[in-house]
């Protein structure tokens, strides 16, 4: 039997011979790049294994422990690993931390008393943390708990005001967060290097504020962490990055002792810690995740350069731009129109192993202030580092696309979306 052709089965998944020209054009010239994204994921795949065989994990590790969770090796030696891959003294890693947002909430709860100020020095944070915080009223914020809250904004080149900075440090600051990624602005992602020099600044004002950075879409893609350079916790969801598309669930806080201990009295319990918890079976997926998450990183970093260029092409503007050199896996895309955003992430659900047959549709979700369009046929429900894009429905109309277990998933999403904006008259296939 004859075996299809490549291009026909592109066709049967709805790529016109003319879209795929574009992009086989478009990933040509970004060969030598792809090949430096493969050569940070050698490096990051040796650190994950130096360090899985220095915890010596073991198969003993993947049983699943139930009730309260006392002495759970799976866990305690995942916690291990991870406080191994970030080069910290501890790190809480766990299926009861639900989200992101929730390592976060604990992270900075744990971490903070009454009277206590909470500094941002990325201007304003994650859309989820505005409710945390308390910046949106909110039942059972910091706020509620007397911690005050003040924002120092990024330059208008997203560099850091380090007079600003300074200016803002006070007695009662406790705690300064810094989030790496961009999330749902358009504003640079932060480097690693940046991030070093703002801890590095913070630290000589005064050393004992503690430094959070919000690690979430940031890890593996540079070889160094913000912990490799003072940061006194760093925090993210395991269904991005670390989770290698693998966790089902969960979240991790990677630090020092003092910060960790703090964060699992806030998770559990005062006087428990993270003594309890049960592991319920996830232990072989986080440990089995985490080793896949430097290539799977690397695929979907992949995805974002390859999508930045095809749109830039386009002449929309991206964020990062094609050339720019990449802190976190988010790429961002403004459409200027509700229409545009829509059909673009039509074109993401279509290209999608799962789920491929449903239409996204905007909706109100909790935490952000207004409708939200989804794109995601994931495996984990929500799942970011699995090929999906969403973005709010409010000027500019920015797509945030994200993900992708592989390059070649990734490849195919980004080229649906871009004939399903063809389809829909939004860009003419004429012009490329
Ligand atoms: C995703 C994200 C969060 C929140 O994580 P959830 O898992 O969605 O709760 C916080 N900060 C940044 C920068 C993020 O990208």
């Not at 300064?176 to 690693?192: A, F, H, N």
């Amino acid at each position: 039997m004859s075996q299809i052709a490549i291009e026909e089965m592109y066709a049967e998944l709805g790529i016109s011979s003319r879209v795929l020209a574009f992009g086989q054009e478009i990933e040509q010239k970004l060969l030598p790049r792809f090949a430096e994204i493969q050569k940070n994921a050698e490096y990051n795949q040796l650190k994950v294994i130096r360090a899985m065989q220095k915890c010596r994990v073991s198969a003993e590790c993947f049983q699943s422990g139930t009730g309260y969770g006392y002495d759970d090796i799976g866990r305690d030696t995942l916690e291990e690993v991870y406080a191994n891959v970030f080069h910290t003294e501890a790190a809480l890693v766990r299926a009861q931390i639900t989200c992101g947002t929730h390592a976060l909430a604990v992270a900075l709860a744990g971490n903070l008393r009454p009277g206590d100020e909470l500094l941002s020095v990325s201007g304003k944070p994650y859309d989820t943390l505005e409710e945390v915080i308390g910046i949106r009223p909110s039942r059972g914020s910091l706020a509620e708990y007397g911690v005050s809250y003040r924002q120092v904004d990024l330059l208008a080149d997203g560099s850091f005001d380090f007079p600003g900075i300074r200016a803002a440090i006070r007695p009662e600051t406790r705690l300064v967060e810094i989030q790496r990624s961009k999330g749902y602005q358009t504003r640079p992602t932060l480097s690693v290097q940046a991030i070093a020099e703002a801890i590095r600044f913070i630290k000589d004002i005064r050393s004992d504020i503690l430094i959070l950075v919000d690690n979430c879409y940031g890890e593996f893609v540079e070889r160094q962490e913000p912990s490799d350079f003072g940061a006194d916790m760093v925090v993210g969801s395991l269904i991005k990055n670390p989770g290698g598309g693998l966790a089902p669930i969960g979240g991790y806080i990677a630090g020092t002792r003092q910060c960790i201990e703090n964060a699992a009295y806030r998770l559990t319990s005062p006087g428990l810690g993270r003594e309890v918890g049960a592991s319920l079976g996830v232990n072989r997926d986080f440990f089995q995740g985490l080793f896949l998450a430097p290539t799977v990183v690397a695929g979907a970093l992949k995805g974002a350069i390859f999508a930045a260029n095809i749109y830039e092409r386009l002449g929309f503007k991206v964020v990062p731009d094609g050339t720019e050199e990449r802190h976190d896996i988010i790429q961002a895309v403004e459409f200027g129109t509700p229409e545009g955003l829509i059909a673009f992430c039509e074109g993401i659900q279509a290209a999608a192993p799962v789920d491929s047959y449903v239409t996204p549709e905007p909706w109100a979700m909790p935490g952000y202030d207004s409708d939200v369009i989804m794109a995601a046929g994931a495996f984990i429900q929500g799942s970011s580092i699995e090929l999906s894009a969403d973005g709010p429905l409010k000027p500019p109309y920015a797509a945030y696309f994200q993900g992708g277990l592989t390059w070649e998933h990734a490849k195919l999403g980004i080229l649906r979306s871009l004939q399903r904006l063809a389809e829909k008259g939004i860009v003419s296939l004429e012009e490329l």
